[in-house]
């Protein structure tokens, strides 16, 4: 869980990159988002990148199955937030939001993407054109707030927790490792929940 | 502390036996003292169903004085009741307030079956302890306490896990049923002492092994534990314990 999820977390940093692109120019994003999907080498890591994602998601389904073993009769009464913090006990909910989240996120842009690659019509392939087309409209906006959210929470949490499950948990630097980890969470997220909105509230152009 | 009596509502879970399913009754407690412990208010309960023919509330105790871990009870939501660091039996009527309803459950976890009321089975700690929560060495005269040398850090922080009582608190207050603060305290213990050192790659991976097959579930990093455990035992251990057991995996030849 630990290994993949911080696999999963450098992703997301070169995702968040390509992203933010988008604030140069037009073309800026279009060149890098063409050199993504058309390099070799990046497209071998891609598959990669799903297996990694799969086997994130297949141990979360594990944990889940297991802990869910563990007790099969609960409290009627439990004061949790005396303990912990709500995200640290939520990560499959928010895990299973954020899969939620990436099914329609997925068919949205790389889908298209892949079929433009392989079943012609490359070269006029426009993916700026196209986001700005999709997040003209308020509910997809919405949609990808709520997953920028989900993910807020599960990177809060799981930033840490992948160091201790790894076995590192040091006086001195697991205090720079969370602060690390909130830095990180926060800009991702503002990263990721401008794109939409710049395009919907124009703005860029 | 000012010293005042209370009224007090108790819903406590009662079970015939771990075969048949149990539930809550409602008992009430008149003019409890604030000066006493939680127990005491148990006993004085219980002395009450005595003389009114019926069968007393089954609860397990034994020191009394926060050291065995027996008395395990998850009182109003939270394992051993509101204060942090603290024992059942060290609780005391104190921390509630006349009028109050207070809710009495026992541990609930597969690894930890109810036997009667609020008195659960936690021989599944013990059969990780026995997994490999020892040292082999020859007994005789005890040897000298400095013969081997061992830095302040390292004996410190052996003797801190060390302070864990075996209470089950941990299992009981993790979301998940995990069961990996006790655990990572048995193995530290050792593992940070030379005696320890010859067995332990098999130690850590045994007791592992153990702690999987009693029905325990796995750390997602809640720390509940941490804050529940009546010893205060750190999730630095926990840390310990997954490094101890990826070198073992790693590296052992079995
Ligand atoms: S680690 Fe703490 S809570 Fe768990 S059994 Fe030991 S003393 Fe009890
Ligand atoms: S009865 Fe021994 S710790 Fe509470």
């Known amino acids: 869980m630990g290994l993949t999820g911080l696999f999963l977390i450098t992703f997301l940093i070169v995702h968040a990159g390509v992203n933010a692109c988008i604030f140069v120019s037009e073309d800026t994003f279009n060149t890098a988002a063409h050199f993504m999907s058309h390099n070799w080498v990046l497209r071998i890591m891609e598959i990669g990148l799903f297996a990694g994602l799969l086997l994130h998601i297949i141990q979360g389904l594990l944990l889940w199955k297991q802990n869910r073993a563990a007790r099969p009769v609960g409290y009627t009464l439990t004061d949790n937030n005396r303990n912990s913090k709500w995200y640290s006990r939520s990560m499959g909910l928010l895990g299973t939001l954020l899969l939620f989240f990436l099914v329609i996120h997925i068919s949205k842009f790389f889908v298209s993407t892949k079929i433009a690659l392989y079943g012609g019509g490359d070269a006029d392939h426009n993916l700026y054109l196209e986001m700005k087309e999709e997040f003209a409209k308020w509910w997809i906006v919405v949609i990808y707030l709520c997953g920028v959210t989900s993910l807020f929470w599960h990177l809060l949490h799981g930033f840490g927790s992948a160091f201790q499950s790894l076995g590192i948990n040091h006086k001195r630097y697991t205090p720079i490792i969370k602060t690390a980890g909130t830095v990180y969470t926060v800009i991702i997220c503002i990263l990721f929940a401008l794109m939409p909105l710049a395009f919907f509230l124009n703005w860029i152009d | ?254």
């Open chain 2, 1 to 254: 502390m000012e010293h005042y009596k209370m009224n007090l509502t108790l819903k406590v879970w009662r079970q015939k036996n771990s075969k048949t399913e149990g539930s809550f009754d409602n008992y009430s407690v008149k003019d409890i003292s604030s000066e006493m412990s939680f127990l005491e208010m148990f006993d004085v309960l219980n002395e009450q169903l005595i003389t009114e023919g019926k069968d007393p509330i089954a609860f397990d105790h034994d020191c009394r004085e926060g050291i065995c871990g027996a008395c395990s009870m998850h009182i109003n939501g939270e394992a051993h009741g509101p204060w942090s660091n603290n024992t059942t039996c060290q609780l005391h009527m104190r921390a509630f307030k006349d009028g109050d309803t207070i809710v009495v459950e026992p541990w609930r976890s597969t690894a930890f079956p109810v036997l009667k009321d609020l008195i659960v089975d936690r021989s599944a700690f013990d059969r990780i302890i026995q997994a490999g929560g020892y040292i082999s060495v020859n007994t005789g005269n005890a040897v000298d306490a400095n013969a081997i040398p061992i830095e302040k850090k390292k004996a410190d922080d052996a003797f801190a896990a060390a302070a864990c009582i075996g209470c089950g608190a941990c299992v009981a207050t993790c979301v998940n049923g995990s069961a990996m603060l006790f655990v990572s305290a048995k193995v530290s213990q050792l593992a940070l002492l030379p005696q320890g050192d010859p067995e332990r790659k098999t130690r850590v991976m045994n007791m592992v092994a153990q702690m999987d097959k009693e029905g325990f579930g796995n750390c997602t990093n809640t720390y509940a534990c941490e804050a529940e455990c009546p010893k205060g035992i750190s999730v630095a251990n926990i840390a310990r314990l997954n490094r101890e057991f990826l070198s073992a995996s790693l590296t052992s030849e079995e």
